[in-house]
């Protein structure tokens, strides 16, 4: 049976390097969503799954000041519009 994140958001892989050859499977124990992938040495394996078993979440937090100063960026604009008060 497919886990509901599976079925709602997709499946979301895991990948691992077993000497040369590169594998992937869904995190969430579906049974899906797998394969393998060889290269010619076990440290391009391992440099290659490292690279794509990095997650964009693990990044969230660094685009929080951008948005969490829009308010007051959008407040010094309109204020900057009517002209300087005294």
Known sequence: ????????????PAFRADGRTMRWECER?????????DYDTAAEAERFAAAFDRRGDA??????PLLGMFPLRL???????RGPTA
Request: aromatic share 8%; hydrophobic share 30%; proline share 3%.
């Open 75 to 81: 407040w010094r604009w309109m204020r900057g519009r």
């Open 1 to 12: 049976m497919t886990p509901l994140g599976c079925l709602v958001f997709g499946h979301r």
């Open 59 to 64: 990044r969230l937090g660094e685009h929080a």
């Open 29 to 37: 124990g579906c049974g899906e969503g797998g394969g393998t992938k």
